[in-house]
């Protein structure tokens, strides 16, 4: 391997491990602040996509073997689901629901409905950003 391969490779690891990291705490920030599923899924998607950009495709589908549609569909149910609770108690479609509960490890813990829903558009902004680029980067016409 050249030196500048070893130096792409080594380069692309910490940086993709600083994107992933920062799209985490947009991810947990979002029902409090401004992030949330869209940003930080954009964010998780970039760095799959210089993974991508710097290792071949075939291992990376190797080492993170996702299948993106099913991500996309795995998403939209939870966004979906999320969504349909209120609609259970009489609500509008999309009320949130939140409380304050004793949990073993966290002690008191704040948790709300924005949770499940931010990871449902998550998984779905990753998914269709990664299904985009990739099936047009796979395209050899």
Known sequence: MNRQRLILHSMTKVVSFIILSFSIFLFFAGHNEPGGGFIGGLMTASALLLLYV??????????IPFDYVKMIAVGLLLAIGTGLIGMLF???FLTQFDDYFQLP?????????????????YLVVIGVALLVILTIAEDDS
């Open 90 to 92: 009489g609500l509008p």
């Open 54 to 63: 710097s290792f071949d495709i075939q291992t990376i589908r190797r080492v």
């Open 105 to 121: 490890i966290l002690g008191e813990t704040h948790l709300a409905t924005a949770l499940p829903f931010d990871l449902g558009i």
